[in-house]
Structures are given as C-alpha cells and as structure tokens.
C-alpha cells in the first residue's frame, strides 16, 4: 500500500471519528469545565502519543525553533480550535457546533488568499462564502429566541474563532515540511495545546459541581483521548503531509451530518428542516470556495508558467 493510499484511509478515518467527537464532548462538558476536559484530554494524548511516535523512531528534533513552532501550531489548532469548541459546546448543542465548524474550509481559503501574490479572490469564492454565511443562518432559522441568550451568542462566536483559528494552524502545519519524526511533533502539539489549556483553565472555568466520576463523562474522555487525539490527530497530520490542505479540509463535509445524526439520536437535539438545508448549503458552499480557489490557482501557475516561457531568449 503507497503513502497516498494510507492518507486516504487516514482521511476516511478522519471523517468519522471527528464527527463522533463532538457527541462526546458535549456529554463531557455535562460533568466537567469545558478547559479542564480538554487539557486532560489533549495533555493525556499528547504523552502517548509522544511515547508511542519515540518507541517507533528515535530521531528526534530538539531545536528550539522547532519546539516553538509546534508549541505555535498546538496553541492554534488545539488550545484554540478545540478548547472553544469544547467551551462552546457547554452552551450550543453538538450538532450546532459542528455545522459552524464545516466552515473551516472557507476560513483556509480566506487566509491562504490573504498571504499569496499569485491567488486572487473571485466570483465562485464570493458564491460559496455568501452560501455558507447562509447556511449557518438557517441553523439559528428555528431559534431566533436563542439570539437573546448571551452565552448561546457567546458559544457561537468561539466556535467560529476556534474554526479559524483551526484552519491557521492547519496552513502553518502543512508548512512545516522539516520533519525529523512527524508522528512525534503531532504528539509535541498536542502535549503543548494541553499545557495552555490548563494555564487557561482556572480563569475560564468554573470548578464548583465537577462530577469526577460520572461513567459518562469518564467514557467520553477515554474515547477523546485514544480516538479523537491520538489516532485521529495523527491520523490528520498524516493525511496532511501527503495530500493537498483543500483536500484534506474536506473532511468538514462528513463530520457535521455524522454529528447532527448522533447528537439527535443519542441526546435528543433537535433535527428539523431547516438543520438538513444548513447542512446542505454550507457543503455546497465549501464546495464552491474550495473549486474556486483551485481555479485560481492552477490559472495563476500556468500564467507563471507562460511568461516563464515568453521570457526565454528566442533560438538565433
């Protein structure tokens, strides 16, 4: 089996684990603050996973450029992108959560727009953001009365800062070509996202009525740690490291409909109509951002590649 078939598998993986996990976060944060579930979690996973990646390969990268830039990308996609999607969902349900969180796409478009020269911004972009503004509308279609609870505006709002913030660390990730030991460095990222949500944690969280040892809640973990963290974390690295970011962004399409289902299935949220056409629209418009940007982006290679040409002094 090649290295591009292994990534594939890995993004399959991906796309049903990650959708799994937002179930479960929102049975955790039932019992737990949301910053001390998920520094438990990341930091938990983060051991064994560094653990795991040595007992494999021994070569290790201990310059401290490197060690920061994965404290860098940890902070981002983890202290960041699932801290406040895991406080978030403290307040919106699962399916909610994840919805928002099938923008990312868009939001890695956005910023990979924002650092090149050659990529411009056009009509099929502008189309699936205005779709996927659209469809997180008809999320909230059936409870405009949520618009008056602060903190449900307040769940929404971090998760979509944990959307972008996810998607930046995503394009700093993909960057990262230099790597002695990858499966090691997922594992740094991962211990360092932890370390910053346990320094986050006391001025964010609410200890009182922690219910330590609710099966539930400690089901839950065990199930984020081994799967969400360690296998799927890796998993997506991984998937990374060989294939296009806009490709593997697509996972974004799988996990809201895997959540949405479970989360009604499981905790009764609710599934109506209008979540279906979110759904939906949001997919179509990631769909459209991300042809558009690949559009672009192939024509402004093959424009280099034609004045490259025109440039080259004519045969005498």
């Known amino acids: 089996m090649n290295k591009n078939t292994k990534a594939w598998l890995a993004l399959i993986f991906i796309?049903?684990?990650?959708?799994?996990?937002?179930?479960?976060i929102r049975i955790g944060v039932m019992h737990y603050p949301a910053f001390l579930f998920?520094?438990?979690?990341?930091?938990?996973?983060?051991?064994?996973?560094?653990?795991?990646?040595?007992?494999?390969?021994?070569k290790l990268d201990w310059n401290r450029e490197h060690i920061?830039?994965?404290?860098?990308i940890g902070g981002l996609m983890i202290t960041m992108g699932n801290g406040l999607v895991?406080?978030?969902?403290?307040?919106?349900?699962?399916?909610?959560?994840?919805?928002?969180c099938s923008m990312m796409p868009i939001f890695a478009v956005l910023f990979n727009l924002a650092q090149s020269r050659r990529d411009h911004f056009n009509g099929t972009i502008l189309s699936g953001m205005i779709l996927g503004t659209v469809g997180v509308g008809l999320i909230f279609k059936d409870s405009i009365k949520d618009f008056t609870n602060t903190v449900y505006i307040a769940g929404m709002m971090a998760t979509l800062v944990a959307t972008s913030s996810w998607a930046l660390g995503s394009l700093?990730?993909?960057?990262?070509?230099?790597q002695t030991n990858?499966?090691?460095?997922?594992?740094?990222?991962?211990?360092?996202?932890?370390?910053?949500?346990?320094?986050f944690s006391p001025f964010i969280d609410d200890y009182h009525n922690i219910d330590y040892a609710n099966n539930n809640a400690l089901l839950a973990l065990g199930y984020l740690i081994v799967f969400g963290s360690v296998l799927a974390y890796a998993a997506y690295n991984?998937?990374?490291?060989?294939?296009?970011?806009?490709?593997?962004?697509?996972?974004?399409?799988?996990?809201?409909?895997?959540?949405?289902?479970?989360?009604?299935?499981?905790?009764k949220e609710p599934l109506d109509i209008y979540t279906i056409l979110a759904f939906?629209?949001?997919?179509?418009?990631?769909?459209?951002?991300?042809?558009?940007?690949?559009?672009?982006?192939?024509?402004?290679?093959?424009?280099?590649?034609?004045?490259?040409?025109?440039?080259?002094?004519?045969?005498?």
């Not at 920061?68 to 860098?72: D, G, P």
């Open 68 to 72: 920061l830039r994965n404290a860098l």
């Open 238 to 267: 991984f998937a990374l490291s060989s294939l296009p970011v806009g490709v593997v962004t697509l996972y974004a399409y799988v996990n809201p409909l895997v959540a949405v289902v479970m989360g009604y299935l499981l905790l």
């Open 15 to 24: 796309c049903i684990v990650w959708g799994t996990t937002y179930l479960a």
């Open 86 to 100: 895991t406080w978030g969902e403290r307040y919106i349900p699962s399916g909610v959560a994840a919805l928002i």
């Open 280 to 316: 939906i629209t949001i997919a179509i418009g990631v769909y459209l951002v991300n042809i558009g940007y690949r559009r672009q982006h192939k024509a402004s290679i093959d424009k280099e590649a034609e004045d490259a040409l025109s440039a080259l002094p004519a045969d005498s």
């Open 38 to 58: 998920a520094g438990i979690r990341q930091l938990s996973a983060g051991i064994i996973l560094m653990l795991a990646a040595y007992a494999v390969n021994r």
């Open 172 to 178: 700093i990730s993909k960057r990262n070509t230099k």
């Open 182 to 199: 990858p499966m090691f460095n997922s594992g740094m990222q991962l211990f360092w996202g932890g370390v910053f949500l346990f320094v």
